[in-house]
């Protein structure tokens, strides 16, 4: 694909901004599923390790509310909280993650739902000075008992045991 070939949206984008079928929605307060495992319970945002990818660390921090998919959506008292709860999540992955540089990302363009990517981006990288690749954060599947004491050391950094 060339930078100048144009592609519509999907079909159902209205209706997925909208929060139709949203999968994110859907995961809202389940502590363990089979797309990642949460380990921070906020007011305004939940925080999960997803199980793919191989960068110890990626953590999602979800919008816990009705569904919305930009930020522009939320009062200013729900976008200070989100902003709070993710930046108190991505505190507590500073702590606990070797990094040498943080990477904090919202797109929305599969699921639009607001949620921010949080990337601990190791001191050897496959693409450092760029941003990481999403193949290298989706695919493969990390170790579950790595998930498992990865998701216990940021929830006691966070309180939430």
């Not at 929605?25 to 390790?49: K, S």
């Not at 953590?59 to 709070?84: C, D, I, K, M, S």
Request: net charge negative; hydrophobic share 40%.
């Amino acid at each position: 694909m060339t930078e100048t070939e144009l592609k519509p949206w999907r079909d159902d984008w209205a209706g997925r901004l909208a929060g139709d079928g949203c999968l994110l929605c859907g995961i809202i307060g389940v502590p363990d599923n089979d797309w990642g495992r949460r380990f921070f319970t906020g007011r305004y945002a939940d925080a999960y390790l997803p199980r793919a990818g191989s960068v110890p660390g990626y953590a999602v921090v979800l919008w816990n509310g009705r569904h919305v998919a930009e930020p522009t959506q939320l009062t200013p008292a729900e976008a200070a909280g989100f902003w709070q709860d993710l930046l108190r999540v991505g505190a507590a992955v500073e702590q606990v993650f070797e990094h040498a540089k943080m990477n904090y990302q919202m797109l929305g363009n599969t699921v639009p739902h607001l949620h921010a990517h949080i990337v601990p981006r190791p001191l050897l990288d496959p693409d450092p000075h760029r941003p990481l690749r999403w193949s290298y954060l989706d695919d493969g599947r990390q170790d579950e008992q790595a998930i498992a004491a990865a998701a216990g050391r940021l929830a006691d950094v966070l309180g939430q045991c």
